[in-house]
């Protein structure tokens, strides 16, 4: 049986390459591929610029003719081409951990709600809830972001290298924030592709299920088959 190989389609910033990041050693456990979208910088991705919608398909075309048996992204934000990315080819495609939001808030009890923590919280909008197939209308989704902390301008940077403690210290303090003004959030979901290397931090602070793009990954590997027909 072939083996399982992940798609992802990477912003033209570069990667963090550091262990527990997207693109480090050791985070998955099966065969990634790895694609760089051109023209799909972090500040026109997360500022919602429709015009690399392309870039994204024409990417995810040769990533499965490449092979690849389900696509991500390393950003959130990139939900925005969701629908044209899963229209464009025939494996599963899941570019933001938005997608677990509904699923997620079905597994708390009543009167629990779902967090969320991401990269820039004045930047995360009302259509990256509808695309992700929910909006603010039929549940209390509280949202809070690292922006104007010190990972959040390094992020931003063409080549990144976000010192690791800094930015799960960054992470904690914006998972405190929230907690405090929302005590009624009983799991967050991180959009931040970046921030799973603070998950295992904010989980035994928090004492709450939490949610990340590696989570998704993961379940999307499971349930994609061994090979792609093309």
Same mark, same amino acid.
């Given at each position: ?26 985070? %998955? ?8 979208? =051109?023209?799909?910088?972090? #500040? !026109?991705?997360? *500022? ?9 398909? &024409? ?6 003719? #490449?092979? =690849? ?8 934000? @990139?939900?925005?081409? #969701? ?5 464009? =080819? *025939?494996?599963? /495609?899941?570019?933001? *951990? ?5 699923? =997620? ?15 820039? @919280? ?6 990256? %809830? ?26 931003? #940077? ?7 403690? &800094?930015?799960? +210290?960054?992470?904690?303090? @914006? ?6 003004? &929302? ?6 979901? %991180? &959009?931040?592709?970046? %921030?799973?290397?603070? @998950?295992?931090?904010?989980? !035994? ?16 590997? +499971? /349930? ?7």
């Amino acid at each position: 049986m072939a083996e399982k190989t992940l798609g992802i389609l990477e912003l033209e910033n570069e990667p963090i390459t550091r262990p527990g990041f997207l693109a480090g050693p050791g985070t %998955f456990q099966f065969r990634v591929k790895r694609i760089k979208v =051109v023209g799909a910088t972090t #500040q !026109r991705v997360t *500022s919602g610029d429709r015009s690399v919608t392309s870039n994204y398909v &024409e990417c995810a075309r040769k990533l499965e003719n #490449q092979g =690849v048996t389900a696509i991500i992204a390393n950003c959130g934000f @990139a939900h925005l081409y #969701q629908a044209e990315v899963a229209a464009a =080819v *025939s494996v599963p /495609v899941a570019l933001s *951990s938005l997608l677990l939001v509904p699923f =997620v808030a079905k597994t708390l009890p009543r009167g629990g709600n779902v967090g969320i923590v991401t990269y820039d @919280a004045n930047k995360l909008r009302e259509d990256h %809830f509808v695309a992700a197939g929910w909006s603010s209308a039929e549940r209390h989704v509280p949202v809070v972001g690292i922006e104007g902390s010190k990972s959040w301008h390094r992020l931003s #940077q063409t080549a990144p290298d976000a010192e690791p403690a &800094e930015l799960v +210290e960054d992470v904690l303090i @914006a998972a405190r924030r929230l907690l405090k003004s &929302e005590p009624e959030v009983a799991a967050l979901v %991180f &959009e931040c592709t970046a %921030f799973p290397i603070a @998950a295992e931090a904010v989980r !035994r602070e928090t004492g709450l299920p939490v949610v990340d793009c590696t989570v998704l990954a993961k379940m999307l590997i +499971e /349930v994609s088959p061994s090979h792609n027909n093309r």
